[in-house]
């Protein structure tokens, strides 16, 4: 079991330290390395439509799970009352599956709130052509 600590910081720290996240209100930015112990930063970005943070006045969570698809160690893993829980590894299949979902619900949100005056995106209209209704439906509702 990893255990992580918190830091509240006004700005990020040059140098991210192991088992710790650094939490920055002003930027709405949560940092850390990668738990898996591969040395790479990992930025979740606080926002509606990405990560929530979770403080209890005692210890940090974060949701949704951090996929670190982008890594070569392609880590996935919660961070709940600051321990590491990992989950399941996804096959690059499920990695663009998920990639594509979160772009349409960030679309969807930022269309409903007027701030997305674009049409969608050709790969993410692509991708929910291929999918059936109860497929997309139920893709949200596993997450």
């Known amino acids: 079991m990893k255990i992580l600590k918190h830091k509240f910081v006004d700005n990020i720290p040059d140098?991210?330290?192991d088992k710790v996240l650094y939490v920055s209100m002003e930027y709405e930015t949560v940092i850390h390395k990668c738990a898996c112990g591969c040395g790479n930063e990992v930025v979740t970005p606080l926002s509606p439509t990405d990560w929530r943070l979770?403080?209890?006045g005692e210890t940090i969570s974060l949701e949704?799970?951090?996929g670190s698809w982008s890594l070569d160690c392609k880590s996935h893993y919660w961070i709940t009352?600051?321990?590491?829980?990992w989950s399941s590894t996804y096959r690059q299949k499920e990695i663009n599956k998920v990639r594509r979902v979160d772009s349409e619900d960030k679309y969807e949100y930022y269309k409903i709130k007027g701030k997305m005056e674009q049409p969608m995106p050709e790969e993410i209209e692509k991708g929910k052509q291929k999918q059936s209704?109860?497929?997309r439906l139920l893709s949200k509702l596993l997450r």
């Open 133 to 135: 209704f109860w497929r």
């Open 64 to 66: 949704p799970s951090i």
């Open 54 to 56: 979770i403080f209890n």
């Open 15 to 17: 140098i991210i330290e």
């Open 81 to 85: 009352n600051n321990i590491v829980n």
